[in-house]
């Protein structure tokens, strides 16, 4: 199996920066996409931003111009920038990864996601 961790929110004022991390660790043979996905209450889950193995990226309408993926492969860790926030952004943020990982016998696909880490921007 594999496991990821985040770090990184907080409460913040609008037009502040935060930055979030999240670490995939496991028997990890290879991770394909990575993403931050994030939820407000009474809100449905929706993906801000992703990346592929490659390093190419796509956003959110909402957050294009703002926020920026990176991924560090060495340490399957992916963060997201996050700046010029708004309260609109507020929500928990989860990150999801997407790859192989290997068991005693076979080599399976997984789809892990994080914990969640609220951000909360004041007006």
């Known amino acids: 199996q594999v496991q990821l961790v985040e770090s990184g929110g907080g409460l913040v004022q609008a037009g502040g920066s935060l930055r979030l991390s999240c670490s995939a660790s496991g028997n990890i043979v290879s991770i394909n996409a990575m993403g931050w996905y994030r939820q407000a209450p009474g809100a449905q889950r929706e993906l801000v931003a992703s990346i592929s193995s490659g390093g190419s990226t796509s956003y959110a309408d909402s957050v294009k111009g703002r926020f920026t993926i990176s991924r560090d492969n060495a340490k399957n860790t992916v963060y997201l920038q996050m700046n010029s926030l708004k309260p609109e952004d507020t929500a928990v943020y989860y990150c999801?990864?997407?790859?192989?990982?290997?068991?005693?016998?076979?080599?399976?696909?997984?789809?892990?996601w994080g914990q969640g880490t609220q951000v909360t921007v004041s007006s």
């Open positions: 999801n990864a997407e790859g192989t990982y290997s068991s005693q016998f076979f080599t399976r696909s997984f789809s892990s």
